[in-house]
């Protein structure tokens, strides 16, 4: 058997940098073990499967799909980098004819379009609510130790903690915090965080980032991931909301970093653009 597979780095515009994402291309249904095993395979933060919804359908052609991502150790109900790496695989790879691209997903509906040189994800927003220190604060010490925490937020959605440092740091206390994921698990005890959102007021007068991040997932395998979609689902909420603003540009500060433009809209989703870079074309054979 042979599956067409690419991998994209998303949010970015060159190669080796951004959030690498595998997209692998389903002409026929695929055991359903195997999406886990070509996941693990991989060994990426997450690896997308793109499958046809009905006879007939065509990657150059249709607008509609399935989309499914698997991190290395288990399913995902949402992942923002790995849907913009399918979107570039079939408007870029297999020139995909129509303006906007419809993925059917464990979130509902999720549409990507072109505009320009940035892929732009149409996601849901979600809101994250003020969360009591006591019940976290053994995990919070694991991650940032003794640093000043502004605001903590919890996202019962998305079962992501949102850690707010001090307007007193600036981005670079974010990116040399030197922090051991695997210590997480230990720490956390109330079982409802499975990923945890790092973030850093920006100083955006004039063209600079409004916000800063970083985001750790070990609760899905992943210790942490160089730009996260998903993140920025609860981030653009918060941020929002906090500096008064709807469109935003925010960086997340990983080592390979990336860019995601932010506009949050009206009907409870938000818009985040990135560009992407595909520097890998081939097929599993098994």
């Not at 995990?139 to 130790?145: D, M, P, S, T």
């Not at 730009?227 to 920025?232: I, L, M, Q």
């Amino acid at each position: 058997m042979q599956i067409p597979i690419f991998t994209v780095d998303a949010f970015t515009n060159r190669p080796f940098s951004g959030n690498p994402a595998a997209v692998c291309l389903l002409e026929n249904d695929l055991d359903e073990d195997l999406h886990q095993k070509i996941a693990t395979e991989m060994n990426l933060s997450e690896t997308a499967f793109i499958r046809k919804l009905k006879p007939g359908d065509d990657f150059a052609k249709s607008s509609c799909f399935g989309l499914r991502w698997f991190t290395p150790a288990n399913e995902v109900p949402l992942c923002g980098h790995a849907t913009l790496a399918s979107a570039a695989v079939l408007f870029h790879v297999q020139k995909n004819t129509n303006s906007v691209l419809t993925f059917v997903t464990l979130s509902g509906e999720l549409k990507a379009r072109q505009v320009k040189d940035h892929i732009v994800l149409d996601l849901p927003l979600y809101t994250a609510y003020p969360q009591e220190l006591k019940e976290v604060e053994e995990l919070i010490k694991a991650a940032v130790g003794d640093m000043i925490i502004q605001d903590l937020r919890y996202s019962p959605d998305t079962k992501k903690l949102l850690v707010r440092l001090s307007d007193t740091y600036e981005r670079s206390a974010l990116e040399e915090l030197k922090v051991s994921a695997q210590r997480f698990l230990s720490a956390e005890k109330t079982g409802k965080v499975k990923g945890l959102i790092l973030t850093v007021k920006g100083n955006s007068s004039g063209k600079g980032h409004d916000f800063y991040s970083r985001y750790f997932a070990p609760w899905y395998g992943v210790l942490e991931d160089p730009v996260t979609g998903s993140a920025h689902a609860v981030l653009s909420s918060y941020w929002s909301e906090q500096l008064g603003k709807k469109e935003m540009l925010a960086f997340q500060c990983s080592r390979r970093g990336g860019e995601l433009k932010i506009s949050v809209r009206n009907d409870g989703r938000v818009d985040i653009a990135g560009q992407t870079a595909v520097v890998l074309k081939g097929n599993l054979t098994f």
